[in-house]
C-alpha cells in the first residue's frame, strides 16, 4: 500500500511538473514531508492527502478491497 501511495504521489507531481517544494506550499506542508512521503519513511494522515489532492487538483479515493 505505501508502495503503491508512494508511486501515485511521484507520478502525479511528474506529470504536473512539480517540485516537491512546489508542492509542499500547495499542500500547505514542507518539502521534507513530501520526499518522507514519497520515500516511504512517513506514513501520511488522512488530512495530509486531502491537501495533496487538492493541490493536484484531483479527488482523493480510498478504498477497502
Given at each position: ?57 484531483v ?7
Amino acid at each position: 500500500v505505501e508502495y503503491q501511495l508512494s508511486r501515485q504521489l511521484i507520478s502525479q507531481r511528474l506529470t504536473k511538473k512539480m517540485s516537491q517544494k512546489q508542492l509542499a506550499k500547495k499542500a500547505e506542508t514542507t518539502q521534507a514531508v513530501i520526499s518522507r512521503v514519497e520515500n516511504m519513511s512517513s506514513n501520511p494522515s488522512i488530512n495530509l492527502l486531502k491537501r495533496i489532492a487538492s493541490a493536484f487538483n484531483v479527488n482523493l479515493r480510498i478504498a477497502f478491497e
